[in-house]
């Protein structure tokens, strides 16, 4: 286990020790699952930010965190097919529930607070059409990906390992895209922060999308970070 973090780190590295640094990622806007593999320096100068304060903040943290009892999970340890099986159980499942109630949230605040709050129009058109493409991802993934790289799992050979290569390379594009479309639901509601004045339903739905944002961050990181890369 690293014992500090510095500049020549990528996000996605540390993540995988310290899956708490998500959330520091996440208030700097710092991309640790798309983009995940370039180090901080490179983040730090393309964002001008002052990178000790971060690394500081970064390793603080981690210095605490190390100290409390964690079950850490070594995905590179994990076997493919046992990852898959996570992938599908725990992060497909998650949007199978969430995503049809969840856009009746947000469909409810445009139609009730559209006209005050005018961004709730591009959130509206934003989360649908997020919708759509996990949708179809997931999909995709589940029929003719994953099927893929179990049977290479079990039976390698070059001709297979080149079909996943293609279609991996694909889906690291729908996660680009995915990735693209929170970011800017995470800006046009100021880092998901309903007004002071704002209804339950309004709170309700905000909380939701970061729980998603997160949700799919991690999932988007296991697939780009782990699976794909250790074949």
Same mark, same amino acid.
């Not at 943290?61 to 009892?69: G, H, I, L, P, S």
């Not at 058109?125 to 999909?139: D, I, Q």
């Not at 179990?150 to 996660?175: F, Q, V």
């Not at 988007?220 to 074949?231: A, G, S, W």
């Given at each position: 286990?690293?014992?500090?973090?510095?500049?020549?780190?990528?996000?996605?590295?540390?993540?995988?020790?310290?899956?708490?640094?998500?959330?520091?990622f996440?208030?700097?806007?710092? #991309?640790?699952?798309?983009?995940?593999?370039? =180090?901080?320096?490179?983040?730090f100068?393309?964002?001008?930010?002052?990178?000790?304060?971060?690394?500081?903040? $970064?390793?603080?943290?981690?210095?605490?965190?190390?100290?409390?009892? *964690?079950?850490?999970?070594?995905?590179?340890?994990?076997?493919?097919?046992?990852?898959?099986?996570?992938?599908?159980?725990?992060?497909h499942?998650?949007?199978?529930?969430?995503?049809? =109630?969840?856009?009746?949230?947000?469909t409810?605040?445009f139609?009730?607070?559209?006209?005050?709050?005018?961004?709730?129009?591009?959130?509206?058109? $934003?989360?649908?059409?997020?919708?759509?493409? $996990?949708?179809?991802?997931?999909?995709?993934?589940?029929?003719?990906?994953?099927?893929?790289?179990?049977?290479?799992e079990?039976?390698?050979?070059a001709?297979?390992?080149?079909?996943? *290569?293609?279609?991996?390379?694909?889906?690291?594009?729908?996660? #680009?895209?995915?990735?693209?479309? $929170?970011?800017r639901?995470?800006?046009?509601?100021?880092?998901?922060?309903?007004?002071?004045?704002?209804?339950?339903?309004?709170?309700i739905t905000?909380?939701?999308?970061?729980?998603?944002?997160? #949700?799919?961050?991690?999932?988007?990181?296991?697939?780009?970070?782990?699976?794909?890369?250790?074949?």
């Amino acid at each position: 286990m690293m014992n500090s973090f510095t500049a020549e780190h990528t996000p996605a590295e540390i993540i995988k020790v310290f899956p708490k640094a998500s959330d520091l990622f996440k208030q700097r806007r710092i #991309d640790f699952c798309c983009g995940g593999d370039r =180090p901080l320096s490179e983040v730090f100068i393309e964002k001008n930010i002052e990178a000790s304060s971060v690394l500081t903040e $970064l390793n603080t943290a981690y210095e605490k965190w190390q100290k409390e009892d *964690h079950e850490i999970t070594d995905w590179d340890a994990i076997a493919p097919s046992k990852l898959i099986d996570h992938i599908i159980h725990t992060h497909h499942a998650y949007l199978d529930e969430e995503l049809a =109630p969840l856009g009746q949230f947000v469909t409810k605040i445009f139609r009730v607070h559209g006209e005050t709050d005018p961004h709730l129009k591009e959130l509206h058109r $934003l989360f649908h059409e997020l919708k759509l493409e $996990l949708e179809e991802h997931t999909a995709k993934e589940e029929t003719e990906v994953f099927p893929l790289i179990k049977e290479y799992e079990t039976s390698p050979n070059a001709e297979l390992l080149e079909k996943i *290569h293609i279609a991996n390379g694909g889906l690291e594009e729908e996660h #680009d895209a995915a990735g693209d479309i $929170l970011k800017r639901m995470r800006e046009i509601t100021d880092d998901f922060s309903p007004p002071v004045n704002a209804c339950n339903s309004y709170r309700i739905t905000y909380a939701r999308l970061a729980d998603l944002e997160s #949700d799919t961050f991690q999932h988007i990181h296991l697939e780009n970070n782990v699976l794909f890369k250790n074949l």
